[in-house]
Nanobody
Framework: QVRLVESGGGLVQPGGSLRLSCAAS????????MGWYRQPPGKQRELVAD???????NSADSVKGRFTISRDNVKNTVFLHMNSLKPEDTAVYYC????????????????WGQGTQVSVSS
């Protein structure tokens, strides 16, 4: 199995910045696409940004120019750098990774973090 631990959420004023981190651990052979999703209050979960193993990124229109996703392949960690935060960015943020894992037998699957709250308010 693969375990994900998220950190970096909190309360910030509009226009502020936060950096989220998500570290993967376990019997990991490789990490493919790593991404961040968010679920605003009363709404469905949505993709914020993701990054594949080659470093290509994809992001939602609502965060383009403000949020940047990056990854550290040595530390098996994905980051979300959030700038110019707005009240509408308030949500629980989840990381998701697609991993190949296991020992003698290898498996592939998607794993989710526990979520971290980001609140943007004055």
């Amino acid at each position: 199995q693969v375990r994900l631990v998220e950190s970096g959420g909190g309360l910030v004023q509009p226009g502020g910045s936060l950096r989220l981190s998500c570290a993967a651990s376990g019997r990991i052979f490789s990490l493919n696409t790593m991404g961040w999703y968010r679920q605003p209050p009363g709404k469905q979960r949505e993709l914020v940004a993701d990054i594949n193993s080659g470093g290509s990124t994809n992001s939602a229109d609502s965060v383009k120019g403000r949020f940047t996703i990056s990854r550290d392949n040595v530390k098996n960690t994905v980051f979300l750098h959030m700038n110019s935060l707005k009240p509408e960015d308030t949500a629980v943020y989840y990381c998701k990774v697609n991993a190949v894992y296991g020992g003698s037998f290898r498996y592939s699957g998607d794993f989710w973090g526990q979520g971290t709250q980001v609140s943007v308010s004055s």
